[in-house]
T-cell receptor
Framework: GAVVSQHPSWVICKSGTSVKIECRSL??????MFWYRQFPKQSLMLMAT?????????EQGVEKDKFLINHASLTLSTLTVTSAHPEDSSFYIC???????????FGDGTRLSIL | DAKTTQPNSMESNEEEPVHLPCNHS???????IHWYRQLPSQGPEYVIH???SNVNNRMASLAIAEDRKSSTLILHRATLRDAAVYYC????????????FGKGTKLSVIP
């Protein structure tokens, strides 16, 4: 069965809206989770590392004030895309490392479309 | 983490074996070779990983060259469900947990 639950799987909203995406670890606690973004016909790019109990670590070029990450508990991380614009339309995917570090368990992704 | 090189795309007939190559000439002694695949409109899923010896699991086999500068993912009988992008990723056992994805190989399976 699924190890990681990501919700919603698909969302369409108007420009300027904020959108929250949830990533839940179902089988084990995770102090670290990862958020990736994937544009059409491209590979996954790491956006940020979500850390339980401390601030997220963002990759270079990712705006931390635009992509708010909250690691609310040992089984839940949320990514909020604030004031979303059409260029933020993408496939957002979270992952949870196995307790031993590898492998990574990925969510099914969230298709975000900003009109 | 060291870089990998994979063909952009490959085709296979259904029920035939598939050999997906990966070159990693700059691999270090502590790098594990990981394979993930991504089915259309889904997140990636783990396939297999290894360090030096060949590995088998229910999904696939991983053949690692003796000098570790290349490896091959083997799907023994391709099915339509195996059509996906396959990523070969090197991961230092002691490094951080995140993965760095390259472009991968898009596998098409012909009925």
């Amino acid at each position: 069965g699924a190890v990681v639950s990501q919700h919603p799987s698909w969302v369409i909203c108007k420009s300027g809206t904020s959108v929250k995406i949830e990533c839940r670890s179902l089988d084990f606690q995770a102090t670290t989770m990862f958020w990736y973004r994937q544009f059409p016909k491209q590979s996954l790019m790491l956006m940020a590392t979500s850390n339980e109990g401390s601030k997220a670590t963002y990759e270079q070029g990712v705006e931390k004030d635009k992509f708010l990450i909250n690691h609310a508990s040992l089984t839940l991380s949320t990514l909020t895309v604030t004031s979303a614009h059409p260029e933020d339309s993408s496939f957002y995917i979270c992952s949870v490392p196995d307790p031993g570090g590898q492998p990574q368990h990925f969510g099914d992704g969230t298709r975000l479309s900003i009109l | 983490d060291a870089k990998t090189t994979q063909p952009n795309s490959m085709e296979s007939n259904e029920e035939e074996p598939v050999h997906l190559p990966c070159n990693h000439s700059t691999i270090s002694g502590t790098d594990y070779i990981h394979w993930y695949r991504q089915l259309p409109s889904q997140g990636p899923e783990y396939v297999i990983h290894g360090l030096t010896s060949n590995v088998n699991n229910r999904m696939a086999s991983l053949a690692i060259a003796e000098d570790r500068k290349s490896s091959t993912l083997i799907l023994h009988r391709a099915t339509l469900r195996d059509a996906a992008v396959y990523y070969c990723i090197l991961k230092d056992w002691a490094g951080s947990y995140q993965l760095t994805f390259g472009k991968g190989t898009k596998l098409s399976v012909i009925p």
